[in-house]
Structures are given as C-alpha cells and as structure tokens.
C-alpha cells in the first residue's frame, strides 16, 4: 500500500483533563500517514484520484483547534474518521497527537499518543 504523509503540523487547542489546559491551551503536534492505492493518481496526475494535502491539513486544524476535548485519543479519533469520510481512497490511517507541554511534573520532550485505524467495509 502507497502512503502519503503530513509531518510535524503544528496547532494551539484546549484538549486536557486540567481546568488550566481548557482555559489557557497550548500546543499540539500532529503526524499522519494515510495509506492508499496511488496508482490511478501517479498515472493520471489528476488531484480527484489521491488526498488534496491542503484538505487534509485544514480538516485537521479544525479537529484540533476546534471544541475541546479531555483526551487525545479521542482527538487523534476524530482526525482518523474525517480522513475516512473526506477521502475515500484512503485504506488505513495513522495519526500521532503529541503535547510538548503537557502540565505534569517531569523532564522529556513530549507525550504523545499514536493509533493506526483502517477502513472497515
């Protein structure tokens, strides 16, 4: 299966368990690999036969900097099933949600969480 990536796109949204988290916001990092047959695309350059990137990112912006949400789970959920009910070519979905300033106690980069969902016929 061809893949098609968008990496590192960056949003501010008000998902989290803490008061402060939905009060204030923060940032929000989003990978997405979607997983597709890109034949017909490659063979025909017409942009109608794979996932208009700009499509993809702007569904997701709204996702992310839209209502608000306690988990990322339930986030990176949502971006999976738009990308299923936006583009129909798309088999399987990978999406990765990472909060680089997560308000907890500690040293590291980021937590994130990852899930790979796929298209149920």
């Known amino acids: 299966m061809d893949k098609i990536y968008l ?9 989290g368990v803490f ?6 916001g923060q940032r929000f990092y989003v990978d997405l690999t979607l997983e597709a047959d890109l034949s017909k695309a490659s063979q ?16 997701i912006k709204e996702i992310v900097e839209g209502t608000p949400r306690k988990l990322v789970e339930t986030v ?4 999976a099933g738009k990308m299923f ?14 909060k680089p300033d997560p308000p907890i106690d500690g040293h590291y980069d980021s937590v994130a969480i990852e899930m790979k969902r796929e298209r149920n016929e």
């Open 76 to 79: 990176s959920e949502e971006i």
């Open 85 to 98: 009910q936006q583009f129909e070519i798309v088999r399987a979905c990978t999406v990765k949600v990472i």
């Open 7 to 15: 990496n590192g796109m960056k949003f501010y949204g008000y998902h």
């Open 44 to 59: 025909s350059d017409d942009l109608n036969s794979t996932v208009n990137y700009a499509d993809a990112y702007n569904a």
């Open 19 to 24: 008061p402060e988290e939905n009060k204030l």
